[in-house]
């Protein structure tokens, strides 16, 4: 998983080109170039141990979607105390012409109460 790796290029592999991402608490990344950005400052200041589990998937022709819950585990590589994840995510895909699957959209949001 490209997460947990740290896999800048891999993370954004997953990802159309004209995707858009929505993290939890912050602004909507809409171009390949800020999906690069988040990734790398991202995994330069954090190691993950994530787990992603699919609560639902949907299948409508070349598109669906996923529910899905990330949890697990951020640690500051500058060392510190695990942060703990737990997210829940809507996942749209797109079928691409060479038949893959890529995200067209990725929304996220905490569970925190």
């Known amino acids: ?3 947990n790796a740290g896999d800048v290029e891999g993370w954004v592999a997953l990802f159309e080109d004209d ?12 171009s390949r170039v800020d999906l690069q950005a988040i990734a790398s400052a991202g995994f330069s ?3 993950s141990d994530i787990r992603i589990t699919a609560d639902e998937i949907v299948l409508m022709g070349d598109w669906a979607f996923a ?3 990330m949890t697990g ?3 500051p590589t500058g060392g510190g105390s695990p ?15 060479a038949g893959d699957w890529k995200i067209a959209r990725l929304i996220s949001n905490t569970n925190d109460s």
């Open 67 to 69: 529910r899905a819950r």
């Open 45 to 47: 200041s954090w190691r």
């Open 73 to 75: 585990t951020a640690t």
């Open 19 to 30: 995707a858009v991402y929505m993290p939890a608490g912050q602004p909507a990344v809409t």
């Open 83 to 97: 942060a703990s994840i737990d997210l829940k995510e809507i996942v749209i895909y797109r079928r691409q012409s």
């Open 1 to 3: 998983m490209a997460n």
